[in-house]
């Protein structure tokens, strides 16, 4: 699907693999520029040169991690300087590091939290803090504290959650950190309104990527039946949770806010 991204500006992180760089991709290939922030330096760098090959568009490629401040500082300012104001931040970057409850493991815990909910506060701040005093700057040019809100342009973040912040066997640490994702969400919808700016969480189901590592391959492709049978549309592809994503930074998506969207595959009753 196509959409009418021209001249909007995105930051992506988790954007070098899975459902991160299916953005990036739609997004670049809708006229966007786009800034993925990633860990992953050689995937990284191999994603950019694909997506600098489909597009005369800037995509730019920052390697560290989503929760440590000081990298994030420095690269939210240097896009802003060099690429422009951001209009869509798109909260991607995750890891999964599963056990239940009793065999918690404290270093599996704070990485998940430090990585899926930290990571995403510290982008966000980042981001937001550029967006509020461009606001207040454009607000004080007129004697003004704050601008009306339609005078701000309309911005968008999309955190990606994920189905198991509704409790999941295994997941103690990552449902935590996803449950944390969707209540800073709507914290985050309600604090920035007045800016003319929406925070929306997805909420995906089983999504095949390479954060799932060899599941779907476990006891001879059995564990790939037994997933295709419990969703009833079938494993999920990145496509799936790229488009809503999209939709939601479109024109279309304009009018909501605070949105906490499952992509559930059909299947209601969590993962
Ligand atoms: N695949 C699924 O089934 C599924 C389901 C629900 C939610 N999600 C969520 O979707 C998001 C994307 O996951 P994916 O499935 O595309 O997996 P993926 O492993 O393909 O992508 C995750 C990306 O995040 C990056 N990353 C990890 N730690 C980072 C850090 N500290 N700083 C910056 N980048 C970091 C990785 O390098 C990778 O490029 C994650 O937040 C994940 O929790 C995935």
Known sequence: MKWNFENKIAIITGGASGI???????????????????????????????????TENKV?????????????????????????????LINCAGILRDFMIHRFDEKKWDLTLEVNLKGVAVVSQAVVTQWISISKAKAAEKGEKYLPVLENP????????????????????????????????????????RYNIRAHALKPTLIETPIIGDLLQKNDGKFRNMYESKIPFGIGKTKYVSDPVCFLCSEGGYFMNGCIIPINGGKLDGL
């Open 20 to 54: 991160g760089k299916q953005i990036a991709k739609d997004m670049v290939e809708s006229g966007a520029s786009v800034a993925i922030f990633d860990l992953d330096a050689t995937q990284g760098e191999k994603t950019l040169q694909e997506l600098q090959g489909l």
């Open 154 to 193: 309309p911005r968008v973040i999309v955190n990606i959650a994920s189905m198991a912040a509704d409790g999941n066997m295994g997941q103690m640490a990552y449902s935590a950190s996803k449950a944390g994702v969707v209540g800073m969400t709507l914290t985050m919808a309600k604090e920035l309104n």
């Open 60 to 88: 730019r490629f920052f390697q560290g991690s989503v929760a440590d401040k000081e990298f994030v500082d420095s690269a939210v300012s240097e896009v802003f300087k060099e690429m422009g104001e951001v209009d869509f």
